[in-house]
């Protein structure tokens, strides 16, 4: 029975997909390499080094991995400063409702992000409090496809990956769901591809596939 949910953060809770490619996109700018939408698609749900290597594809030359390091703390302090501008009306629509509804009915909720921002961004937006635990890119060292993320978020509740359902927009944080032996939502992106066990295009679309758990009501 699932006695959890663990969300995503970028694009599921709050959509910080639109920042991510903003602050690429200047870094690329600068560099003179070609980055488009698609490639920025490409980042969703892994590290930013990882992300990085997808920004220099159409580099002319190669970097040293000092300045790879270089440019990742350029566009993580770029990236912060558009943050710095988040408020709870940032939210996702409907996560400002959901999230309660969940605890009410009974489950355990956790955040399951490969950001090493998730903080700065539960705080902005409000959504920390709902939150029972928060496993997010201090705590891994290994980025979804990888089930890491996930299998420590479950460990912070002190819950078994078959009691927790995992909720990610990224084809890739699916498959970490998968791979930590979970239930998986598949939400915006990941939805169209049907890549979950389920597939839903809002938040509050969840709500039936949660019902309250007995005697938690």
Not at 1 to 26: P, S
Not at 129 to 136: G, N, T, Y
Not at 162 to 175: E, N
Request: hydrophobic share 40%.
């Amino acid at each position: 029975m699932i006695r959890a949910i663990l969300f995503d953060l970028d694009g599921v809770l709050v959509d910080t997909d639109t920042l991510h490619y903003q602050a690429w996109k200047e870094l690329a700018d600068r560099l003179g390499i070609s980055f488009t939408q698609e490639q920025g698609n490409r980042c969703r749900g892994i590290s930013r080094m990882d992300s990085l290597e997808i920004v220099l594809e159409g580099a002319s030359r190669s970097y040293t991995q000092e300045e790879k390091e270089t440019f990742a703390r350029e566009k993580n302090a770029r990236y912060q400063q558009l943050l710095s501008a988040l408020t709870p009306d940032h939210a996702a629509p409907g996560a400002h409702a959901l999230l309660p509804e969940l605890r009410r009915r009974g489950y355990r909720l956790a955040l399951a992000s490969g950001s090493k921002n998730a903080g700065l961004i539960l705080e902005r937006t409000g959504l920390g409090q709902w939150l029972d635990a928060v496993a997010d890119g201090n705590l891994i060292t290994r980025s979804k496809p990888d089930p890491e993320v996930f299998l420590t978020a479950a460990g912070l509740l002190g819950m078994s990956p078959h009691q927790c359902a995992a909720v990610d927009d990224a084809l890739a944080g699916v498959q970490a769901g998968r791979a930590a032996g979970m239930l998986t939502v598949g939400f915006g992106d990941a939805a169209l591809h049907q890549a979950g066990d389920y597939n839903v295009q809002a938040l509050e679309q969840l709500l039936p596939l949660f019902p309250p758990l007995e005697g938690s009501l």
